[in-house]
């Protein structure tokens, strides 16, 4: 949802709940969509991208630190048309039954394409 930002290399920064085991210095493929692809869609590769930084936080960091909260959006890339860290958190936390407080793993990576 966020593939604009990626192109345009706004977005540096996601949140993924899991994705433990990545590390700075890994490199891994960036793609459109790896879920819920229909029966003959294929993966769109949009680029190689390398971890810079990767730790756990609790999501509702976001919204508890404003300043710190409009930066990550920034970094986000702004998703979805989202304008406060409060909505991002909100619309986060659908993916852990509404925990605005569970662990998500920050991940900052660069484009390397």
Known sequence: MTTPQF????????????WRSLKPGDKIMAIEKGMGLKKGEKIKRLGVIEI???????LSLMSRDL?????ELRLEGYPFGI????EFV????KGVKGDRHALVNRIEFKRLD
Do not use: C, N
Not at 83 to 86: E, I
Not at 90 to 93: D, V
């Open 7 to 18: 192109i345009d290399r706004s977005k540096t920064v996601t949140r993924r709940f899991g």
């Open 52 to 58: 810079v930084s990767v730790r756990i936080e609790p």
């Open 67 to 71: 300043e710190y909260g409009l930066e």
């Open 83 to 86: 304008k406060s860290p409060t």
């Open 90 to 93: 909100i619309m986060l936390a």
